[in-house]
Structure formats: structure tokens, C-alpha cells
């Protein structure tokens, strides 16, 4: 690998020997949880994908290099960096150029992940179409990178505050198959049903491999979102997720939130809204995503 492109010894020994990687993103990290849940956020996330059997690869941005696979010892040092940039496809190589600090959203972690030749990738929930977009163009770089980069996302559907109806015929018209795990119905994030149908309902990991398998096979070009809904006992109140929902989307609009703020800003008001019951339900969905990515990363391995 050149030097700006870092691959942590565990990954790099993981890969060359055809064991199962998942990458993690840091987003998480710097901008989604508040200080220092993020960190633990991180730590507990690489421990789940460690006990399902595969090596996890945290990934991120910092003295001009991508790291695939940073040390718990460079986590902490990004959590604690001031300004730390949201990284996506637009910004990710000017803030490498600069030596800068950045952390991962789900876009630029499919990016440096396809890079390292890590197949399956693990996160909360994917950016979309926003709730304005018809006025402000607001459609997240994730769909963009769904589009064009062959990695398996497995997420709790994407985030509540967008727009999904958009987001779903967006994936539909960008050819990003959509399955569901377990599901028919693409999850809401913090809540197991959205009403919106995925492209196809699979019951077991190796059912599932085999389908993503095949789509990498036929050289689509694209990345396949797997919708892992949070396990019902973890799901937030329906009431609950209606008022805080709608209190946030409210509190943005007044205030002019605008492009790569309103994702954290709306997570931040959800979970002051709910005191501390969004970030309750976050981690529980990131945890079991953590693990279903594993056990999708094992079962791709043992069909090659």
C-alpha cells in the first residue's frame, strides 16, 4: 500500500490469509454519540464482530493517511481531535491532502473499504433523500456510494429523520438491491417496520451470502443494502419515536439547519428529546448490526 494508505496489522494478516473482515466507520465516533459513548460506542461494536468470528476494521483519517484497522490508542486520539471532518466521496481527498483529521461516514468507509478488499461493511443506519429535498437537493453521498461501489452494508434501513419513501425508489432507480434480513419491510431505524417492502425478504445468513454473492459475481457495480431490523425488545416506543421525530425535524427547520449538519444535529436534539432513549436504541441496532455484518463476512468466506 502506498503511505497514504494504512492497513492495521490484524487486517492486514486477516486479508492475506482469507479470514472475514468487517469495516466499522468513526463517525460514530466524532459526530453521532456524545463524547465518550462514541469511543465505547467504537470498542464495543469491533468487540461484537470479534465475538461472531471476524476481525473488525475501524476505519479512519489522520496524518495524512486512511487507516483501515486503527488501534484503540488512535480512536481515542481522533475522538479527542478538535474539528474532526464528516468525511464523504467530495471532501475525503482534500482533508487527506491536508493531513487533516477526518471520520467516516458510510460513504467514504464503503470507499476506503473496497480499497483494502473488505467485501461487508457495518453501520447504523444510511444517509438518504432529506425531507426538504424538493426545495433544498439534500440527498446524502451514501446513495451515491451505494451506487457505485461493491460493498454489502448491513444497517437498520436509513436513518428515521429522511425522507424513505425517496430514499427506497432512489436505491430502486440507482440499482442498489435491497434485501431484508429476517424482514419484508425496510426498518426505520429506531423502529422495526417502515411500511416500505424490500426487494427481497431472506430468513438465514447463508440464503442471504449467496444472493450478495451472486450480485458481485455478475459485476453490477454496485453495493447491496442489507436491512437488519433492531431487535424488537430494543425498538423505541412508537410514541415516543413520533413526538421526539417530529419535535427534531421542527427544531431543525427553525433553527436553518442545513447539508452535513442536520444528521448530527437531529440526533443530538432525538436523544436530549427522549433522554437518552435514542442513544439507548442506536447502540442496540449498531450492536446487532455488528454482528450479522460477521456472520454475513464468515458466510461469504466459506461459500468462495
Given at each position: 500500500?502506498?503511505?497514504?494508505?494504512?492497513?492495521?496489522?490484524?487486517?492486514?494478516?486477516?486479508?492475506?490469509?482469507?479470514?472475514?473482515?468487517?469495516?466499522?466507520?468513526?463517525?460514530?465516533?466524532?459526530?453521532?454519540?456524545?463524547?465518550?459513548?462514541?469511543?465505547?460506542?467504537?470498542?464495543?461494536?469491533?468487540?461484537?464482530?470479534?465475538?461472531?468470528?471476524?476481525?473488525?476494521?475501524?476505519?479512519?483519517?489522520?496524518?495524512?493517511?486512511?487507516?483501515?484497522?486503527?488501534?484503540?490508542?488512535?480512536?481515542?486520539?481522533?475522538?479527542?481531535?478538535?474539528?474532526?471532518?464528516?468525511?464523504?466521496?467530495?471532501?475525503?481527498?482534500?482533508?487527506?491532502?491536508?493531513?487533516?483529521?477526518?471520520?467516516?461516514?458510510?460513504?467514504?468507509?464503503?470507499?476506503?473499504?473496497?480499497?483494502?478488499?473488505?467485501?461487508?461493511?457495518?453501520?447504523?443506519?444510511?444517509?438518504?433523500?432529506?425531507?426538504?429535498?424538493?426545495?433544498?437537493?439534500?440527498?446524502?453521498?451514501?446513495?451515491?456510494?451505494?451506487?457505485?461501489?461493491?460493498?454489502?452494508?448491513?444497517?437498520?434501513?436509513?436513518?428515521?429523520?429522511?425522507?424513505?419513501p425517496r430514499t427506497v425508489e432512489m436505491l430502486e432507480t440507482l440499482g442498489v438491491p435491497v434485501y431484508g434480513l429476517g424482514t419484508a419491510e425496510l426498518p426505520a431505524f429506531y423502529r422495526r417496520e417502515s411500511g416500505l417492502p424490500v426487494d427481497r425478504r431472506f430468513d438465514t445468513i447463508e440464503s442471504l451470502a449467496a444472493a450478495v454473492r451472486t450480485h458481485f459475481a455478475l459485476g453490477m457495480g454496485t453495493g447491496?443494502?442489507?436491512?437488519?431490523?433492531?431487535?424488537?425488545?430494543?425498538?423505541?416506543?412508537?410514541?415516543?419515536?413520533?413526538?421526539?421525530?417530529?419535535?427534531?425535524?421542527?427544531?431543525?427547520?427553525?433553527?436553518?439547519?442545513?447539508?452535513?449538519?442536520?444528521?448530527?444535529?437531529?440526533?443530538?436534539?432525538?436523544?436530549?428529546?427522549?433522554?437518552?432513549?435514542?442513544?439507548?436504541?442506536?447502540?442496540?441496532?449498531?450492536?446487532?448490526?455488528?454482528?450479522?455484518?460477521?456472520?454475513?463476512?464468515?458466510?461469504?468466506?466459506?461459500?468462495?
Amino acid at each position: 500500500m502506498n503511505e497514504r494508505f494504512v492497513l492495521g496489522e490484524d487486517v492486514a494478516r486477516a486479508l492475506a490469509t482469507g479470514r472475514p473482515v468487517v469495516a466499522l466507520e468513526t463517525t460514530v465516533v466524532t459526530h453521532g454519540l456524545p463524547h465518550p459513548a462514541g469511543v465505547e460506542a467504537a470498542l464495543a461494536l469491533e468487540a461484537e464482530v470479534t465475538r461472531a468470528g471476524a476481525v473488525p476494521a475501524t476505519i479512519g483519517v489522520f496524518g495524512g493517511a486512511e487507516r483501515v484497522g486503527i488501534t484503540r490508542a488512535e480512536l481515542e486520539a481522533l475522538a479527542a481531535e478538535p474539528g474532526v471532518s464528516k468525511l464523504n466521496l467530495s471532501n475525503f481527498a482534500a482533508v487527506l491532502a491536508a493531513g487533516a483529521a477526518g471520520s467516516t461516514t458510510v460513504a467514504a468507509t464503503m470507499f476506503a473499504a473496497h480499497q483494502a478488499g473488505i467485501g461487508v461493511f457495518a453501520t447504523g443506519g444510511i444517509g438518504g433523500v432529506h425531507r426538504d429535498s424538493q426545495t433544498s437537493g439534500d440527498v446524502s453521498a451514501d446513495l451515491t456510494a451505494l451506487s457505485r461501489i461493491p460493498v454489502a452494508v448491513v444497517c437498520a434501513g436509513a436513518k428515521a429523520i429522511l425522507d424513505l419513501p425517496r430514499t427506497v425508489e432512489m436505491l430502486e432507480t440507482l440499482g442498489v438491491p435491497v434485501y431484508g434480513l429476517g424482514t419484508a419491510e425496510l426498518p426505520a431505524f429506531y423502529r422495526r417496520e417502515s411500511g416500505l417492502p424490500v426487494d427481497r425478504r431472506f430468513d438465514t445468513i447463508e440464503s442471504l451470502a449467496a444472493a450478495v454473492r451472486t450480485h458481485f459475481a455478475l459485476g453490477m457495480g454496485t453495493g447491496v443494502l442489507i436491512a437488519n431490523p433492531i431487535p424488537e425488545a430494543d425498538a423505541m416506543p412508537l410514541p415516543i419515536y413520533e413526538r421526539a421525530l417530529a419535535e427534531a425535524l421542527a427544531a431543525a427547520t427553525a433553527e436553518g439547519v442545513r447539508g452535513r449538519a442536520v444528521t448530527p444535529f437531529l440526533l443530538a436534539r432525538m436523544n436530549a428529546i427522549t433522554g437518552g432513549e435514542s442513544v439507548r436504541v442506536n447502540l442496540a441496532l449498531l450492536r446487532n448490526n455488528a454482528r450479522v455484518a460477521a456472520e454475513l463476512a464468515r458466510a461469504l468466506v466459506r461459500g468462495e
